[in-house]
């Protein structure tokens, strides 16, 4: 009697060898074989080790971290990333809010609103702005009224936030209603 057997489970290799394969994260052409590579381990293990990661100090690893989390899991990384809107860099949050976007995932409105109204950093208020134009949830409405009343900032580029925040209402609106 010739049974087939249950493959036998991956020893987890550890830290490091999660570091190795994402700093090869850089090369686009082995992406395929270290996302691969990542999905035969221990899934558990592997998202505790990747979340440590956003927390590196390293911001080029925290980087490719969230892009091999983006790409393993989109739902499970969006719930990852959202406590790093909270990130004492700027760099930080504005790269959130920016994937945030890209994704659309509505689990971000109430913390990007915040960000929108609360964070220090005039770059990464217009780039929630910018992410609530596309996430285009009319929730966000209210907060996007109070920023292009009241919110003068502008990023580097000069670009302003009440001026961005105009143009996610009118995106908004524009898809909350029919046309015609």
């Known amino acids: 009697m010739n049974q087939s057997l249950a493959p036998i489970p991956k020893e987890f290799p550890g830290r490091q060898y999660i570091i190795s394969l994402i700093r090869g994260w850089i090369d686009k052409n082995t992406r395929d074989k270290i996302l691969n590579e990542m999905r035969s381990l221990d899934r558990e293990k592997l998202m505790d080790v990747l979340n440590s990661l956003l927390y590196d100090s390293d911001p080029y690893l925290q980087s490719y971290a969230i892009d091999v989390l983006m790409a393993l899991d989109r739902q499970h990384a969006v719930s990852l990333l959202l406590p790093l809107l909270n990130a004492s860099e700027a760099e930080m949050r504005w790269f959130i809010c920016d994937l945030l976007a890209d994704d659309g995932d509505e689990r971000a409105i109430e913390p990007l609103i915040k960000v929108l109204l609360e964070d220090p950093d005039d770059s990464v208020r217009l780039m929630a702005a910018v992410a609530l134009r596309h996430i285009g949830d009319t929730r966000a409405i209210p907060s996007l009224e109070y920023a292009m009343n009241h ?30």
């Open 151 to 180: 919110d003068k900032g502008a990023d580097e580029e000069g670009r302003r936030i009440d001026k961005a925040a105009k143009e996610a209402i009118n995106a908004i609106l524009s898809r909350a209603r029919p046309s015609g």
